[in-house]
C-alpha cells in the first residue's frame, strides 16, 4: 500500500472533516456512517459504540472541529 502515516494522516483528516460536517449531515448518513463505523466482529464493539457516540455528541457543536 504506501506508508503507514501518511495513510493514517489521510483517515485523520477525512475523520476530522466527517465530525465538522456530521450535524449537518441528514439522519439516515449518519445513521448509516456509524453503523459501518462500528460493524465487525470485534471484541470491544458495544464499548466502541458507546465512545464513538459520546464523541461525535460531544464535539457536535464544537467550532474547532468546523
Known sequence: ???PGAERRV???LGAALV???SSLRTDVQRKLFE???SGKL???AQLKTRIARF???HKDDPDSR
Do not use: K, N, V
Open 36 to 38: 459501518h463505523a462500528t
Open 11 to 13: 483517515l485523520e483528516c
Open 1 to 3: 500500500m504506501g506508508d
Open 43 to 45: 471484541r470491544d464493539a
Open 56 to 58: 461525535l455528541h460531544d
Open 20 to 22: 465538522s460536517e456530521w
